[in-house]
């Protein structure tokens, strides 16, 4: 009963930006849209959050809609170490502590 | 990387056996999560803590059981391994509700 929906995979050229789209249609008004990815073999890695403001910080941009029904989240210049699964989740309400991943999007940077 | 260690990072053990798998934060964050990640199942929560003392089930607990003396060390046993429990499993810490950072990961094998 995944909540989130994600392309299973992308290319991106390097030094190009990558768009991650994220679509979920179901969330409630309580819960954070988050940005976590891993590369191979590694544990997760923590990217970004946001509710319904867009955020930016070092690694990324996270752009909500109006409606807050998808997400995009963005690296701004990609780089081959970039190359990874991305996971988008959310987290709220009654499920503070279950981070959950879905299938996520393999993004591949491309030299 | 946020300091935090797991030991061992790897381990066979025969069915049967009990496992203890430590995860130890430099951090002194308040929140302490164990995971597994399985093919075909994603990441799923097994316990969590949320203070010295305070713990609390997950969503996949059984036959697992944790405990947390001190702030910094969390640890899961496993009090009677089974090949089900063949797993890589993964510790977070978080000083909030909102962003984790995991550990490099234990892979186990239960034979």
């Known amino acids: 009963d995944a909540k989130t929906t994600q392309p299973p995979s992308m290319d991106c050229a390097e030094g190009r930006a990558a768009n991650l789209p994220c679509n979920h249609s179901?969330?409630?008004?309580?819960?954070?849209v988050y940005w976590y990815r891993q590369i191979h073999s590694q544990g997760p890695q923590y990217i970004i959050h946001?509710?319904?403001n867009n955020e930016t910080n070092e690694m990324a941009s996270l752009i909500i809609t109006e409606d807050r029904k998808s997400s995009t989240l963005t690296l701004p210049h990609a780089t081959l170490r970039d190359t990874a699964v991305y996971y988008c989740?959310?987290?709220?309400?009654?499920?503070?502590?279950?981070?959950?991943f879905g299938k996520g999007t393999l993004l591949t940077v491309n030299p | 990387d946020a300091g935090i260690t797991q030991s061992p990072r790897h381990k066979v053990t025969e069915t049967g056996t009990p496992v203890t798998l430590r995860c130890h934060q430099t951090?002194?964050?308040?929140?302490m999560y164990w995971y597994r990640q399985d093919p075909g199942h994603g990441l799923r929560l097994i316990h969590y803590?949320?203070?010295?003392?305070?713990?609390d089930k997950g969503e996949v607990s059984d036959g697992y059981s944790v405990s947390r003396s001190k702030t910094e060390d969390f640890l899961l046993t496993l009090e009677s391994a089974t090949s089900s429990q063949t797993s890589v499993y993964f510790c977070?810490?978080?000083?909030?509700?909102?962003?984790?950072?995991f550990g490099p990961g234990t892979r186990l094998t239960v034979t």
């Open positions: 977070a810490i978080s000083p909030n509700i909102h962003e984790q950072y």
């Open positions: 179901t969330i409630s008004g309580n819960e954070y």
């Open positions: 946001g509710l319904k």
């Open positions: 989740t959310l987290l709220g309400g009654g499920s503070n502590y279950k981070l959950t």
């Open positions: 951090e002194n964050h308040r929140y």
């Open positions: 803590s949320y203070g010295v003392k305070d713990t």
